[in-house]
T-cell receptor, first 113, second 115 residues
Framework: AQSVTQLDSQVPVFEEAPVELRCNYSSSVSVYLFWYVQYPNQGLQLLLKYLSGSTLVKGINGFEAEFNKSQTSFHLRKPSVHISDTAEYFCAVSVRRGFKTIFGAGTRLFVKA | GAVVSQHPSRVICKSGTSVKIECRSLDFQATTMFWYRQFPKQSLMLMATSNEGSKATYEQGVEKDKFLINHASLTLSTLTVTSAHPEDSSFYIC???????????FGPGTRLTVT
């Protein structure tokens, strides 16, 4: 079975500062990895995904993530955050196309002025 | 981009009644749709996987007779909460997987409140 651990439940950061949201996963087989963002009372929006190939993945809104197989991690980073980045961020894993996706508990990013 | 809609966005019902939530893929076909439940300040919990033309696959602990799922076409899946109780109050989110894609698209969610 697969599992996802988001190490920080909340991350406060000042505007224009860099941020890293941590995600570790557990799986005995190869996985697909995703980061989603959720704004209050809304569905999820895909930020980026890793399927194969380059381990550094760039997504929307200036976010990027690096897949590290040896450390089973997929941390999300942004060099300079904005107030509008305040939201809930979910890391997720899936083992193959069409199969169910397992979500982490989420990290609340709070950007302060 | 691919759009998924949910209807209604918000519903309040009385205890003991049934509520139907619709999930539609507006500009693509999806043989697979997923239904999730999200409690306040918590992650998404997968309830079931809905496959067009076949029975849904429910996750452990989810009552299939209480949460009825129908995936009658390649663009529509419905979740019916039968005999709703206050503990069923939650945010229900669906997602749809376009045919041949690795990426699922999420609906905006439905806030169910049972009084």
């Amino acid at each position: 079975a697969q599992s996802v651990t988001q190490l920080d439940s909340q991350v406060p950061v000042f505007e224009e500062a860099p941020v890293e949201l941590r995600c570790n996963y557990s799986s005995s087989v190869s996985v697909y990895l995703f980061w989603y963002v959720q704004y209050p009372n809304q569905g999820l929006q895909l930020l980026l995904k890793y399927l194969s190939g380059s381990t550094l993945v760039k997504g929307i809104n200036g976010f990027e993530a690096e897949f590290n197989k040896s450390q089973t991690s997929f941390h999300l980073r942004k060099p300079s955050v904005h107030i509008s980045d305040t939201a809930e961020y979910f890391c997720a894993v899936s083992v193959r196309r069409g199969f169910k996706t397992i979500f982490g508990a989420g990290t609340r990013l709070f950007v302060k002025a | 981009g691919a759009v998924v809609s949910q209807h209604p966005s918000r519903v309040i019902c009385k205890s003991g009644t049934s509520v139907k939530i619709e999930c539609r893929s507006l500009d693509f076909q999806a043989t697979t749709m997923f239904w999730y439940r999200q409690f306040p300040k918590q992650s998404l919990m997968l309830m079931a996987t809905s496959n067009e033309g076949s029975k849904a696959t429910y996750e452990q602990g989810v009552e299939k007779d209480k949460f009825l799922i129908n995936h009658a076409s390649l663009t529509l899946s419905t979740l019916t909460v039968t005999s709703a109780h206050p503990e069923d109050s939650s945010f229900y989110i669906c997602s749809a997987l376009p045919i041949g894609s690795y990426e699922q698209y999420f609906g905006p969610g439905t806030r169910l409140t049972v009084t």
